[in-house]
Nanobody, 115 residues
Framework: QVQLVESGGGLGQPGGSLRLSCTAS????????MGWYRQAPGKQRELVATITSGGSTNYADSVKGRFTISRNSAKNTVYLQMNSLKPEDTAVYYCNAQKTVGGYWGQGTQVTVSS
């Protein structure tokens, strides 16, 4: 089992910044990718950004140029730096870890962008 704990959500202003963190613990051996997904009210969960164990990244078109995913392998932590926030970024953000045997999810952290 893999446990994922997210932090850093909250209220951000349009044009502002927030940083999310996700720390993995437990059976973290052979995690090959981690990422962030989000789910807004009434919408399906969608990919925001992913990063592989080799450092390759992938972003949703809606966040390219504004969000940056990074990792600290020594701390088993993945970050999502969110800049130039927009109201449409409001959602619950979930951390995900992928292993060959399956995926794991964090409990989610609320991000609200409003003035």
């Amino acid at each position: 089992q893999v446990q994922l704990v997210e932090s850093g959500g909250g209220l951000g202003q349009p044009g502002g910044s927030l940083r999310l963190s996700c720390t993995a613990s437990g059976s973290i051996f052979s995690i090959y990718a981690m990422g962030w997904y989000r789910q807004a009210p009434g919408k399906q969960r969608e990919l925001v950004a992913t990063i592989t164990s080799g450092g390759s990244t992938n972003y949703a078109d809606s966040v390219k140029g504004r969000f940056t995913i990074s990792r600290n392998s020594a701390k088993n932590t993945v970050y999502l730096q969110m800049n130039s926030l927009k109201p449409e970024d409001t959602a619950v953000y979930y951390c995900n870890a992928q292993k060959t045997v399956g995926g794991y999810w964090g409990q989610g952290t609320q991000v609200t962008v409003s003035s």
